[in-house]
């Protein structure tokens, strides 16, 4: 499971979306080096 920073995931939003559908793998938004939320395909909790 890949971690970004909120401001990586502000800079490259489009990518990320992009990366989070084709690989149907979540990716971990942190926030001061603390998991704050998860980006995940609907469905897949």
């Known amino acids: 499971m890949k971690i970004l920073s909120a401001l990586d995931l502000r800079k490259k ?3 990320v979306l992009n ?3 084709s690989q149907k793998e ?3 938004i942190s926030r001061a080096n603390k998991p704050l ?4 395909l609907r469905g897949r909790l």
């Open 37 to 40: 939320a998860v980006l995940n």
């Open 13 to 15: 939003l489009g990518a």
């Open 19 to 21: 990366e989070v559908s």
């Open 26 to 28: 979540p990716v971990i």
